[in-house]
């Protein structure tokens, strides 16, 4: 059986990628800050055996420490780095620095710590794959309107990271693969989302089941288009 770790699996993405994986009958490691209060993960839990519920925040490094530790002996073929915040749209002039700093501990650095710490788990899986949900507004190419400081920066700093991390991961056979996933009815995305989150995750799950080390470092939409740095 497959293992596959998804962090922010309480919500959204990371809810929708927990059940396509546990139909699939992969083992499902579904992480997110309050299980108690994850209702519709707790459903699922309970209605398929071969998913676990995780408590992290991945702020929280020493708890993404103390959940490795506990996985220790766990292969992991592939870890969903989902979790993520918009920060807030303040305009040039109305930043708000500490928020600006979430933001980033959020979307940038626990994704690298958690391929500095699952990275043997990784490494022990035939085929493993670090999966980094980011966004095309991390492009710098895109960028035709500016604003949104907080999840612009985070996303393109994001980007940066996981492509210098496939160089690293590349040496010990693990693939990295960045996403755009589109405006995505969620509750981040909102109601106007131009596609459905079933849709949106079967696409990026075809995606990674079809990836070799070749494409290592891609940034790519779910349906598998290239998109611009």
Known sequence: MKTVLITGANRGLGLEFSQQYAQAGWQVLACCRQPENAEELNTLANQYASMRILT??????????????ELQQVTIDVLVSNAGIYGNRHAFGELDYQVWQETLDTNVLSAIKLAEVFADHLASS?????????????????????????????KAALNAVMKSLAFDFAKQGTGVLIFHPGWVRTDMGGPNG?????????????????????????????DGTSMPW
């Open 56 to 69: 992290l925040d991945v702020r929280n490094h020493q708890q993404i420490e103390a959940v490795a530790a």
């Open 194 to 222: 131009l596609i459905e989150v079933d849709e949106n995750i079967s696409g990026m799950r075809q995606q990674i089941e079809r990836f070799d080390l070749s494409q290592t470092g891609s940034f790519i939409k779910y």
């Open 126 to 154: 035939q085929r493993g794959i670090f999966v980094a949900i980011s966004s095309l507004m991390g492009s710098m190419a895109d960028n035709g309107s500016g604003g949104s400081y907080l999840y612009r920066s985070s």
